[in-house]
């Protein structure tokens, strides 16, 4: 019979069962066919499928963690398509139409703005340990994929001091819970200057750069304008109305007479003052309203005296760190507004006093003396710590007293007396040239304004911080520099030896940058007698 098996075979197998032929008669033997050919079908889907997951991969170039990892991210929110959760964990966000080096793809869909990238970058510098978590299918592979939240983490800023405290949290700071005055940038007015140098007849010589012939002018056309808010053009009608039977003091060093001087001339636009001033002060009287402005001579903001202490001469000045100058204290119940300057007094030669002994001194200090326990950089640190201290903690002062922080200078080849020059700049800076002495003696300032508002306690609201010096530090073009005086015969050029003319580098021209100290100083009163931070 053709086709039929051998004779007495009756087993799978004998002769030529195989799969597509016909299969064993019986019952029994179809079920044990079928059983034979389901199990083996299970086996090759199996290993089809381990095949699959161990070599392949359900997105090009993925494991099975990253896979995993995309899926997850995929069931929640759109973390992965903002470009934040890769790039935290460094995989590299191609920009459209490029692929990614090595070979590398995408975990999931980026989104095509590339400032993510930078966003992210930078928040994750920046967050906290406990602000990241290991994502259980990424640990393997040892990536970290930051928890997402709702609040953004500040970026790392550039230009930052370094080793500087950050002064931005300050509870004192005229912004806060506004936008940040004194983060911004320059840009260029064509409306000009608050006055001109024609307009006000108390410019100090030095520091009427036009009078004194300087050729350029774009210098008194830039304005700051802060990054987040409107930084007003000053209105000298509505400062005085806000100043209303109020009284301004500036005291401190020359620096503090430019910024009183500048907001006089802004002011003599609106109403010419009555000069009330004596030999102990600078006094104006703003008739119409009332208001008086002050200014009151003090180098380091705490008692000086030339009288002999211990082993320091008689002559040397004597600068006591712990006793705040009672030349302008005893006058602190009349103020409602004090603005303060120091810091580069500390450079002159002097002897520190504290708890009534030598501790150091300044380009003096006797060989035999041993060891200086306190430097000039610390000793102004201390000097900042007791004036706004005893200014807070004064029961009979009710005013607030601003800090202005340390102005820089921009000497360049030297200091002052040793060729230093800033000739020839004529607009702001496109970056700040980072200088040692100002980033240093601006940390301390500010770390000493802390320590004051700590010393204060409940009275610590008295006390606020005008952060200057960053924004100014671009402004190497507002100085005199060899403009300092009428002199039609003055050098204003190196010499053929290449070395500069004498110049002021430290001084602001007026007008000049310092007119916007005191448009920042008018916002920052504004919002302590307004109640309006907006």
């Known amino acids: 019979m053709s086709g039929a098996p051998p004779l007495g075979c009756r087993r799978i197998g004998c002769g030529h069962e195989f799969a597509g032929e016909e299969g064993p008669a019986g019952a029994g033997g179809i079920r044990r066919w079928l059983s034979t050919v389901v199990v083996f079908a299970v086996a090759l889907v199996l290993a089809l499928v381990v095949i699959s997951l161990s070599v392949g991969s359900p997105l090009p170039g993925a494991s099975i963690h990253e896979y995993l990892t995309v899926r997850a991210i995929d069931k929640g929110n759109d973390a992965a398509t903002d470009g934040k959760n890769d790039t935290a964990i460094g995989v590299p966000v191609p920009l459209p139409g490029k692929e990614l080096k090595g ?38 592979n040892k990536l970290l994929d930051p928890v997402v939240t709702d609040d953004p983490t500040p970026e790392v800023e550039e230009g930052t001091i370094p080793g500087a405290p950050d002064s931005s949290n300050d509870s004192q700071r005229p912004d806060q819970g506004t936008c940040d005055l004194y983060r911004g940038e320059w840009v260029l007015d064509s ?64 620096v503090a007479r430019n910024q009183m001087e500048s907001l006089l001339c802004i002011l003599w636009q609106v109403e010419t003052p009555v000069n009330r001033g004596s030999r102990k002060w600078n006094r104006w009287i703003f008739r119409s309203t009332s208001t008086t402005i002050i200014r009151i001579w003090s180098s380091w903001l705490v008692h000086r005296s030339s009288e002999a202490v211990g082993i320091a ?61 306190i430097n000039n950089i610390d000793a102004f640190g201390v000097s900042v710590e007791t004036c706004l201290t005893a200014l807070a903690t004064n029961p009979n002062f009710t005013g607030i007293a601003v800090l202005r922080t340390f102005s820089p200078d921009h000497y360049e080849g030297g200091a002052w007396n040793t060729g230093g020059s800033c000739t020839g700049k004529v607009k702001p800076l496109d970056e700040v040239v980072r200088n040692g002495f100002t980033d240093t003696m601006y940390g301390k300032q500010v770390a000493s304004f802390r320590k004051a508002v700590q010393n204060s306690g409940k009275h610590s609201s008295k006390l606020k911080l005008m952060d ?67």
């Not at 999931?108 to 906290?128: C, G, P, Y």
């Not at 002097?350 to 200090?365: E, H, P, T």
Request: aromatic content about 10%; glycine content about 8%; proline content about 10%.
């Open 191 to 254: 409306s000009g200057p608050l006055y001109t140098n024609n307009s006000c007849p108390i410019i100090t010589q030095m520091q009427n750069c036009q009078g004194n012939g300087r050729p350029d002018k774009d210098y008194e056309n830039w304005r700051w304008k802060p990054e987040q808010c409107i930084l007003p053009r000053f209105d000298g009608t509505k400062f005085l109305e806000l100043m209303r039977g109020k009284t301004l003091a500036f005291v401190g060093d020359s």
């Open 313 to 373: 001469p008689k002559g040397l000045d004597k600068v006591f760190l712990d006793i705040a100058d009672e030349t302008f204290m005893e006058y602190i119940p009349t103020f409602d507004v004090l603005v303060l300057s120091s810091g580069h007094w500390f450079a002159k030669r002097s002897a520190y006093i504290l708890n009534g002994n030598v501790v150091g001194g300044q380009l003096w200090w006797p060989r035999q003396a041993g060891k200086m326990q």
């Open 103 to 140: 070979g590398q793809e995408p975990l999931a869909e980026h989104s095509d703005q590339s400032s993510a990238l930078n966003s992210s970058e930078a928040s994750l510098n920046t967050r906290e340990a406990g602000d990241i978590v290991p994502d259980p299918a990424a640990v393997d």
């Open 468 to 534: 200057i010096t960053e924004p100014f530090a671009l402004r190497a073009d507002g100085h005199p520099g060899p403009y300092r005086s009428p002199d039609p015969n003055k050098k204003t050029q190196r010499g053929p030896d290449g070395k500069p003319p004498p110049q002021d580098c430290l001084h602001w021209c007026m007008p000049g940058p310092v007119d916007t100290w005191n448009e920042m100083l008018f916002e920052t009163i504004r919002r302590e007698f307004e109640g309006d931070s907006s």
